[in-house]
């Protein structure tokens, strides 16, 4: 099934059924949990038709939610049925192989990938992602171990994995690799790779508020971005046009595969019901409740410093940094970071993203975070206090 609409609290019907049945099997709620409207089935006998999205399953909802590191709502929309849909698998519950186009998704890939790593074998980082690094890596432990060498993960891989997660330690491979990725690229800026995305466009704007529309302030917040970089000697691509339409977060991530970048910088303004809410936060890859160690240790890293440079230089509420599954974090194979940059619901934030000078002032604090990620720790400035070359 494809969950297509939204459902929440007070919904009915045979999807909220489904969204229930999940709940009960990964145990957030009581088996046999099955609540209705009225005694009436399908046929008004009894049965699941009339299923309700009650206040039980609002709270199971969101503990799943801040489980897996999404927006925590309560709302199951397309992205929460992926990652329940995902929840369910368990590693030996179904044959696991790489499919070009369609890769398989799910927890039983999660800890595939995490045995891998743990056992040496690198497959990237841990996403739950069957794709070629998974592959590769499954190839290889085949053959280290002498089983036939067929990228497939089926009974007698899967005895083979359980044999050795009994003797292996883990640790994070992943984590290593990246930071000696970072460490030989060098410190200068000059020749490497960014994509920014500068969320929403065309018929979807986003936040709308304050006569101001989010895709509209981030395009040209990634068109400032994009000329300081350039400056610099980075190749610079932005995944939308002015006007660009219907770009989904799996388009993005795949665009940015495409271009094989150093780092993704997605830029998005927020919203609230309450107009105090106000300030800045940086989003990357992870969670650290996730039992996978799913993370972007790069990514954390730079949205540790995006943030501090931007409170420092442009004097936003801190709203700190937050590991988040989302789709564009997830699927992109090099780190990503989510910027939000101010309420656009908030008076006073709305009034800086407004003015020119604020926006140059947020582009320069990305770019010095940029530029002190890939410095040494010897040669690294405190927040706020490195300057770049002057832009005209």
């Not at 998704?105 to 990938?113: E, H, M, R, S």
């Not at 706020?384 to 070359?389: A, C, E, K, Q, S």
Request: contains cysteine.
């Amino acid at each position: 099934m494809t969950m297509q609409r939204r459902y929440r609290r007070g919904d009915t019907g045979p999807a909220v059924a489904e969204i229930r049945s999940k709940l009960v099997l990964l145990g957030l709620l009581p088996a046999g949990a099955h609540a209705v409207v009225g005694s009436g089935d399908a046929s008004g006998q009894g049965g699941y038709a009339d299923a309700v999205f009650d206040d039980s399953v609002d709270l199971a909802v969101r503990h799943f939610q801040q489980q897996r590191a999404m927006t925590v709502d309560g709302i199951v929309g397309p992205e929460t049925y992926r990652h329940l849909d995902e929840a369910r698998w368990r590693l030996g519950d179904r044959m696991l192989s790489y499919s070009i186009g369609h890769p398989t998704v799910g927890d039983d890939v999660a800890t595939l990938q995490q045995r891998l790593l743990d056992m040496g074998f690198d497959c990237g980082r841990v996403d739950g992602i069957l794709g070629q690094a998974t592959e590769r890596a499954l190839r290889e432990f085949q053959r280290n171990y002498g089983l036939g060498a067929d990228g497939t993960c089926g009974p007698a891989t899967f005895r083979a994995l359980d044999r050795l997660a009994r003797t292996v330690v883990g640790g994070q491979p992943h984590a290593m690799r990246e930071s000696e990725l970072l460490h030989r690229s060098g410190p200068s800026l000059a020749g490497k790779t960014v994509v920014i995305d500068p969320g929403h466009g065309g018929a979807d704007q986003g936040v709308v508020a304050h006569g101001l529309s989010e895709a509209e302030v981030v395009w040209d917040l990634a068109r400032r971005l994009e000329g300081r970089l350039s400056a610099l000697g980075v190749q610079a691509y932005l995944t939308r046009g002015l006007d660009s339409d219907g770009v989904g977060e799996e388009d993005r991530a795949a665009f940015a595969n495409a271009t094989d970048a150093d780092l993704v910088i997605s830029l998005h303004a927020d919203r609230n019901a309450s107009p105090r809410a106000s300030g800045v936060s940086s989003y990357y890859y992870g969670s650290g409740s996730d039992r996978y160690g799913r993370r972007s240790p790069t990514g954390e890293h730079f949205a540790s410093l995006v943030q501090r440079e931007l409170v420092a230089r442009t004097g936003l509420v801190d709203g700190r940094t937050h590991g988040k599954a989302w789709t564009l974090l997830r699927r992109t194979r090099m780190p990503a970071v989510r910027i939000e940059l101010g309420y656009l619901t908030n008076t006073d934030d709305a009034a800086r993203l407004a003015d020119s000078e604020f926006r140059d002032h947020a582009a320069e604090s990305i770019v010095v975070a940029l530029q002190r990620l890939y410095l040494p720790p010897d040669e690294d400035v405190p927040t706020g206090m490195l300057r770049l070359p002057v832009f005209t």
